[in-house]
């Protein structure tokens, strides 16, 4: 159900469209805002400045509200440590216990299930995937990057636009993983990619369609067991680099021109991994920690995930309606690149996971490090 709210109708009646609807709460956004002034600060964990853009993103918040201070506790945590964070500090009301999180897609039903995440739908709800977000409002996905490649082109000439590509002899010994794919997230997925673009179901199917691609690269000499980043990039030690997008785009900003690089998203396989948020059922300032979500998922926050090379979970309505921000836009591969991107679910992303682990020293042999 598609919703558009006017100035006119920020009082009563929308809070009782929205008690009705069940879409974010009994109280209006005009509402929540007020309640949250009043609160007058936000604990969040575990935004480093340079992911994704967040010091934009939490220096916007502060501009939008004033009123508003971001207590912003371990910058440098994991999804794990702000489980632990939210758990530690059920009772606490002080400014230790954090209102809300951006865990990986994993954690979100997870803390659900131990009824650490409180239930609240933003007003933007139905323009974040069904396929990211839980039912009930308890966690939601809002920005995710999708596996690209990034290619040195001082030292490939024709660069690669799908995985059938990298197979080919013009590519011997400059194809790489950002990670070890027995123990890195993001290897383990770049296989899980590379086999859903041969036909393969995500899950256990795709995890060993991914080995059985590894394997043929690793044979035909054109896989380098190398850990892929900016500086192998630039050294010439992994000329072509399996990796998410937003890191990739990053690393180009970070090599700036030496070398040249590009990044391109492959036509087929187009796997897309996601981080979520959600609202603490312990949040010590509950109307805050609204106010943030309803921030992020506006047009204004989601263009700041952009800016920050991740794409915003609206990010598909978004391009439809021409909400995108065009500078940001320039500056990632074409939007149509991205119309394919396929979420796995959690099951499919265990089982990939369990096949490519276990499987990936007997079927492709490369001692990644």
């Not at 609202?279 to 309803?294: Q, R, T, V």
């Amino acid at each position: 159900m598609k919703m558009t709210f006017s100035k006119t109708t920020a009082g009563l009646t929308i809070a009782a469209l929205l008690a009705s609807t069940g879409l974010v709460s009994a109280q209006s956004l005009a509402e929540i805002e007020a309640a949250a002034k009043a609160e007058g600060m936000l604990t969040t964990i575990a935004l480093p400045h340079s992911w994704c853009g967040y010091g934009d993103v939490i220096a916007g918040f502060k501009a939008k509200y004033p009123e508003i201070t971001v207590n912003e506790l371990n910058p440098d945590a994991g999804s794990a440590d702000e489980v632990e964070a939210v758990k530690a500090n059920k009772d606490n009301k002080g400014p230790q216990a954090p209102d809300v999180v951006d865990v990986g897609l994993a954690y979100g039903p997870a803390m659900k299930a131990e009824g650490l995440l409180m239930p609240y739908k933003v007003s933007t709800w139905d323009e974040i995937p069904d396929s990211i977000k839980d039912a009930e409002g308890h966690w939601y996905g809002d920005y995710y990057g999708v596996m690209s490649f990034i290619v040195n082109k001082d030292l490939v000439a024709n660069t690669p636009a799908d995985w059938a590509d990298l197979t080919k002899p013009e590519y011997a010994g400059q194809v790489a993983l950002a990670g070890d794919p027995r123990a890195s997230n993001q290897a383990i997925l770049g296989v899980l990619a590379a086999g859903l673009s041969s036909g393969a179901a995500a899950g256990e199917a795709a995890g060993k369609a991914g080995l059985d691609y590894f394997a043929a690269l690793n044979k035909a000499g054109n896989f380098v067991p190398v850990i892929g980043k900016a500086g192998t990039i630039a050294q010439g030690a992994t000329p072509i680099v399996v990796a998410w997008d937003y890191n990739a785009l990053a690393w180009a900003d970070e090599l700036a021109g030496n070398p040249p690089v590009e990044v391109v998203v492959p036509k087929t396989g187009v796997l897309a991994g996601v981080y979520v948020q959600g609202i603490s059922a312990y949040a010590p300032h509950p109307n805050a920690a609204k106010l943030w979500m309803e921030y992020l998922y506006s047009d204004e926050g989601q263009n700041l995930w952009l800016k920050g090379y991740c794409h915003p979970a609206r990010f598909n309505a978004m391009s439809a309606a021409g909400k995108l921000d065009a500078d940001a836009m320039a500056k990632l591969p074409p939007a149509a690149s991205y119309e394919a991107a396929y979420f796995p679910t959690l099951e499919e992303v265990d089982a990939n996971k369990a096949a490519v682990t276990g499987g990936w020293d007997a079927v492709v042999g490369a001692n990644v490090q």
